[in-house]
């Protein structure tokens, strides 16, 4: 018998993917691979960013009678995972910015030339706003970091200091 997990997007447009049985258990077969059943599973393709779980469907197998197709249904039911919704949805992903060039039929290759220019300085500056941007974030002082490196300082020093008033030599008479 075939099982499908269904999963709704936020439009309520419905996707199906086939359950298949591993040694770690149940697991959805995609297109990427094997992957865990869960709640949420995000995707940018997908409206809202994310898909729900809905439940599962169950393909009738030909010359199966209604009965034994029900049993083996209940009998699959209890053996699946159920996922369990999480206190707050994911968070979708914001999609990178589009820089294709649109250029109305009949154009001259200088405007091409032009768009194509204007599209590159564009992407440019955006790349540099996220480069400042990083560098930014990453040079900001933490001041937990400081303290825990003030700290470990102090250790170290803490370990090289002699102990005692002073050094102490042994002289030796006669040598």
């Given at each position: 018998m075939k099982v499908s997990a269904i999963y709704l997007d936020t439009q309520g447009t419905?996707?199906?993917c086939y359950v298949t049985r591993?040694?770690?258990?149940?697991m959805l077969a995609t297109a990427h691979g094997l992957r865990p059943i869960?709640?949420?599973?995000?995707?940018?393709?997908?409206?809202?960013?994310?898909?729900q779980f809905l439940d599962y469907r169950f393909e009738r197998q030909p010359g199966l009678r209604v009965c034994?197709?029900?049993e083996s249904m209940n009998q699959l039911r209890a053996q699946l995972p159920w996922p369990q919704k999480p206190a707050a949805p994911p968070t979708p992903v914001q999609s990178q910015e589009d820089f294709r060039l649109h250029v109305e039929a009949g154009d001259?290759?200088?405007?091409l030339q032009e768009a194509g220019?204007?599209?590159e300085m564009e992407y440019r500056?955006?790349?540099?706003?996220?480069?400042q941007y990083a560098l930014q974030t990453m040079n900001e002082p933490d001041a937990r970091k400081i303290a825990a490196?003030?700290?470990v300082n102090a250790e170290f020093a803490a370990i090289r200091k002699p102990r005692g008033k002073g050094a102490a030599f042994i002289v030796k008479s006669g040598e």
């Open positions: 419905e996707y199906s591993t040694d770690h258990g149940f869960t709640f949420y599973i995000e995707g940018s393709d997908v409206a809202g960013g994310y898909v034994d197709y029900f001259s290759f200088r405007v220019a204007k599209g500056a955006s790349r540099q706003r996220a480069r490196g003030l700290r």
